[in-house]
Each structure stands twice: as C-alpha cells, then as structure tokens.
C-alpha cells in the first residue's frame, strides 16, 4: 500500500476506530491509545500491507488491540449507578446515559450493538469482522438490546 492510498484508505477512518474502542473500552484516553498503536502499526508496515477490505482489517486490529488492553487490566472498573452529589444536580444526557448503560454489557454484546447501532454495519460484515456466523450476530443483537433496555431502566429507576 503507498503513501497516498494509506492516507486515503486508513487515516479517514480515525474517528470511527476511536468511537469503537472507547466502547469496548469506556474510557476516551485508553481509546486514544488504542487507536493511536494500531494506525502506528499498519503505518509501519504500510509498503507490506496488502488487504483487501483495509477498513474492516483496522477495525479488527482495534478490537484486538482493545480486548488485549482490558485483558492485561484485567481491574474491571465497575461504573457507578449514582453520581456524586455535586452532580446529581444536573441530569445526565441521553447520550450519556446510554454510554453508561453500554459499558455495563458484555464485552460481545458491546461489539455487536456498536458495530450495527452506531457504525451501520450490516450484519455480514459484522460476522466477518467478528470471525463468526450471522445467526450469532443476531443473537448477540437481540440480547444486547434486551439487555440495553433492562440497564437503561435502571438507570433511570435510580433517578440518574
């Protein structure tokens, strides 16, 4: 891969590699990390990269890479269900709500319900970045939904 389709390619994806890794991750600044390693690494070996679907190869690169991350934490941060009382003042946005709500799901449910909630993906697309079938893939979807309700009651019942 040359420079110019390097920078065509991969470097546009930037935003949406971020948006994937701080939700498997929770956290903007490990995101950032995250993403930063993978785009260093495919730069690196750019001349010898040669994918088919360079989208769908970075967006596995980050899954690997963030899953590796929580791997080695391995110190889960449980997330409040109530903010401090200096915050409590203000109410939580939508879509604050619904990260908090996210992060409290399976790491699997999170991949899925981002990949085709936020990204769009299709499901095809996801069981090949997944490396599993579509019937999974709608599994994993119909749970992480139901699952997504449940927590997003919760939250609400906790008046957050």
């Known amino acids: 891969m040359e420079q110019t389709e390097f920078d065509i390619r991969i470097v546009p994806l930037r935003d949406r590699l971020y948006r994937f890794a701080r939700t498997l991750l929770g956290r903007g600044d490990e995101a950032e990390d995250v993403v930063h390693d993978v785009l260093e690494r495919l730069w690196r070996r750019h001349e010898s990269l040669h994918v088919e679907n360079p989208e769908a190869f970075a967006m596995t ?18 997330l409040p269900l109530s903010l401090p009382a200096d915050e409590q003042a203000g109410a939580w946005s939508d879509r604050e709500m619904v990260r908090r709500a996210l992060a409290l799901l399976p ?10 909630e936020i990204e769009g993906y299709p499901t095809h697309e996801i069981a090949a970045l997944l490396t599993t079938d579509e019937a999974q893939v709608r599994v994993l979807l119909s749970r992480g939904r139901m699952r997504l309700r449940r927590e997003l009651e919760k939250l609400m019942n906790y008046g957050i």
């Open 107 to 116: 790491l699997r449910q999170r991949e899925v319900l981002h990949l085709k």
């Open 61 to 78: 690169a980050v899954r690997n890479a963030a899953v590796d991350r929580l791997r080695r934490s391995r110190t889960t941060e449980e």
